[in-house]
């Protein structure tokens, strides 16, 4: 017995000491690419001292002398950060994913290459104008000098996935440009999940998932008018993308941005809002920034990780920021192919040779896929991708014509007036965004900086014929006829990814906007009062309240009057709901209550039609489920209310209400308990800041990689937006990617922040810090001036020349 002891106590010893070991490794794993923020640094190329000071945030406010200095230091401290992210960004738009993920991203490689995001960005490189050139040159370079400078101190999802980045090139810092313009095109699954409910169900019923026009009322531009939508949708493929969803990579959502001008500010000068939402994860897709050439450059907001201008913020004269368009920017087309030789396809009489590519790609553990990809002059065949190989189907989009978005970032960071902005954002063409703007002599507005294709009329169909070059595009709408506004009578700008115009502007945009649930909202708290503080927008930019629960509230109100008697807890809930303010806080129940309905209620009015199949699909699609709602509550009716599962019955619109709200009850009652006060909003509605690598569960553990869940309010239709996927309620993916709230009066009082932190490294200090603040809707200052910048600098790093 004495030996067993002794034994066991030398085995617990020897796990004790592994798990130490392992603990201590894992610990220097997970540290040794943390950067010091405050060393001395040597640098080829470096002509003059460049100071670096770092915020108790580690945000890099960068003091150069020249250009070149300058985005050197840029790529440089970047690196620092962002450098596996950065390299996860240029895996994207290269197409190899693959490499370090394994087979399951085949598919998404061949979807990414077939874009040709690297072959636009060396067409953007040729021809951009040498000191933008020279920039990312620079930029590339302080990046390389990083890597080359710390192989050995890598972040640890080098090491875990078994790889060391390659050089940066300049092209890869373009090929960024490609990746936001296809990640905010129009979605694939709405027109998808449409096309196959048409084939199956008929135009009648395809049409009640429509966004009506009429019932968004509210447009960005009110002086300019739009042509007649027509309610044909086209149709696309299948999103192949699904995985870079699930390892965080789909950034698309929506976006807020309002300005004032001094005439409705307390200060008499403007001020001016944005958030952009997009996908929430770790690390987040913005890196804070301060850029400085002392008397020619100082700028400040959120750069792209992997390149090198600031994209939304403000210098010492103007401030610009960003919502997404929405608009219609990818035709299909249905291409006859030669039976004789299936790399040729017919165009106005004659067969035309494709373009033929093998692509490559290598997958983790030493396998080498080839597969073949074809081009037509309109772009790739994605038959492959949309699920009909039997059909050659290509696809035309924005992102393969010539655009500048390079020069016109760097331009804007320069932009000194309306007329700079203007001459800047003349380019900003395949990533279409109405840029809101304001200045220091106190001028605001809002511009439709867009790639808006010119086609005949009604060329919205389907799949359109490709035979022919009747339904070829006939170029872009101009920038100086794009949808614009400058100092409007009322004193304010909004946009929230809305309707763009009304029924006469004479070049089609697109069906497929927002609801116009947001802007409501907007616009309401703007018309409360007569002058507005920054105090005033961070209320609003935390705002919960929202304008679709009325309507759908009453709704729910009066058809329940109608039911049979009522058991005791339903009858609790609809008092809750009377009294309800519609404000979607995280401590509500009612906003547990009011969401679980929209679920239920679509699920009680279409799945038993669509089947589990075309419902998960349809599903996949937010702004399918809301159109929907929308219309149908809108007219009390639809030829979706028959419940195909109860022949021998005739189900109304008020059955299906009454079900809807009787089946919500039971089913917040079985999950959570018979009390209402159990239901709050924020215990079931929650955000995890994911990392790619977060999905592995003993990775997360050691490592730390994912942050949360925490409990938030809000939904996609409130202004303070928490989104989730539909077939995932409700665990929030979208959201606000970060707040600015820039004051002209006095930039130093200007307020920012973002979900997680400046770092992408999980263990530095600086990774997740900046999410509390987030939370709570609380922000920190954005100092401008170099003296608070020298007061409150945390860290300082000096780079200098070798």
Not at 572 to 597: C, H, M, N, R, Y
Request: with cysteine.
């Amino acid at each position: 017995m004495k030996k067993l002891k002794i034994a066991a106590i030398v085995l617990a010893l020897f796990i004790v000491a592994i798990l130490v070991g392992g603990g201590l490794f894992v610990r220097s794993l997970a540290r040794r690419g943390l950067p010091d923020y405050e060393a001395t640094v040597s640098l080829d190329g470096i002509t003059d001292e460049v100071v670096v000071y770092r915020d108790a945030f580690g945000i890099p406010h960068i003091y150069a002398r020249n250009e070149s200095d300058l985005y050197r230091a840029v790529g440089y401290s970047m690196a620092q950060d962002r450098l596996w992210q950065m390299d996860l960004l240029r895996r994207v738009c290269t197409g190899r994913l693959s490499e370090i993920f394994g087979e399951d991203l085949v598919e998404t490689d061949l979807l990414l290459r077939s874009l040709r995001m690297p072959e636009k960005s060396r067409l953007i490189l040729k021809n951009t104008e040498d000191p933008m050139v020279r920039a990312c040159l620079s930029f590339t370079d302080g990046v390389n000098q990083y890597i080359d400078a710390n192989l050995n101190r890598l972040p640890p999802e080098f090491i875990i996935l078994r790889y060391k980045p390659e050089k940066w090139q300049p092209e890869h810092s373009v090929n960024l440009v490609g990746y936001m313009g296809w990640d905010l095109r129009l979605s694939w699954s709405e027109e998808v999940v449409l096309d196959k409910i048409r084939r199956r169900f008929g135009e009648a019923k395809s049409r009640e998932m429509l966004p009506d026009p009429a019932l968004r009322k509210n447009v960005v531009y009110p002086g300019y008018e739009a042509a007649a939508e027509s309610l044909d949708v086209e149709s696309t493929l299948l999103a192949a993308n699904n995985q870079l969803r699930k390892l965080g990579l789909a950034v698309f959502g929506g976006s807020n941005n309002w300005a004032v001008s001094g005439k409705k500010s307390v200060d008499g000068m403007p001020i001016l809002a944005n958030d952009m939402h997009l996908g929430l994860n770790s690390p987040g897709i913005w890196y804070q920034m301060h850029q400085v050439i002392e008397g020619k450059l100082n700028v400040t907001g959120v750069v792209l990780p992997g390149q090198p201008f600031v994209v939304a913020g403000h210098n010492d004269r103007i401030a610009w920021g960003f919502t997404n368009v929405m608009v219609d920017n990818t035709d299909f087309y249905l291409e006859k192919v030669n039976p004789e030789n299936p790399r040729q396809y017919e165009l106005n009489g004659s067969w035309r040779d494709m373009e033929v590519r093998t692509e490559e790609i290598k997958i983790s553990g030493g396998e080498t896929v080839r597969e073949e990809l074809r081009f037509t002059h309109r772009g790739p065949i994605v038959s492959r991708f949309y699920d009909a190989e039997d059909r050659a189907i290509s696809m035309r989009w924005i992102g393969n014509d010539y655009s500048n978005e390079l020069r016109s970032v760097y331009l804007v960071n320069r932009a000194g007036n309306w007329d700079d902005f203007k001459y800047a954002m003349s380019t900003f063409i395949s990533v279409s965004q109405n840029t809101v703007y304001a200045d220091v002599d106190g001028n605001i507005g809002l511009y439709c900086c867009a790639g808006i294709p010119i086609r005949n009329e009604g060329d919205t169909n389907i799949l359109l014929p490709g035979e022919t070059d009747e339904f070829n595009w006939k170029g872009i709408v101009p920038f100086e006829d794009l949808p614009h506004s400058f100092n409007p009578e009322n004193g304010t700008v909004s946009s929230a990814n809305n309707r763009t115009v009304g029924d006469e502007y004479p070049h089609y945009i697109s069906h497929w906007f927002f609801p116009s649930t947001r802007i409501d909202r907007i616009r309401q708290m703007l018309d409360e009062k007569e002058r507005f503080s920054s105090e005033d927008f961070k209320r609003m930019q935390a705002d919960q309240k929202s304008v679709l629960v009325a309507d759908v509230k009453n709704i729910i109100l009066s058809e329940m009057e109608k039911s049979s008697p009522l058991t005791d807890l339903e009858n609790e809930i609809l008092q809750l709901l009377s009294s309800w303010d519609g404000v979607l806080a995280k401590t509500s129940p009612e906003a547990s209550i009011f969401e679980t309905f929209l679920w239920v209620f679509a699920e009680n009015l279409l799945a038993d039609e669509m089947g589990d199949a075309l419902y998960g699909e349809f599903l996949e699609s937010s702004l399918l489920r809301e159109y929907a709602i929308q219309n149908v509550m809108g007219a009390k009716s639809s030829l979706w209310c028959d419940d195909t599962r109860t022949p021998e019955t005739v189900e109304t619109f008020t059955e299906i209400v009454q079900k809807s709200f009787r089946d919500t009850v039971a089913n917040l009652r079985d999950n959570y308990g018979r009390n209402p006060d159990d239901w709050q909003w924020g215990k079931i509605h929650r955000l995890t800041l994911g990392h790619p690598l977060g999905n592995v569960k003993i990775l997360n553990w050691l490592f730390r990689f994912n942050s949360g869940p925490y409990e938030v309010g809000g939904s996609s239709h409130t202004v303070c937006p928490y989104s989730y996927p539909l077939d995932e309620p409700f665990e929030v993916t979208w959201g606000a990617s970060h707040r600015h709230i820039y004051t002209l009066a006095n930039w130093d009082e200007s307020l920012t922040v973002i979900p997680t932190g400046i770092s992408g490294i999980p263990s530095s200090p600086h990774y997740c810090d900046q999410t509390q603040l987030y939370l709570a809707n609380r922000y920190h200052p954005d100092y401008f001036s170099r003296n608070l910048v020298e007061k409150i600098a945390k860290y300082t790093m000096i780079i200098r020349g070798k």
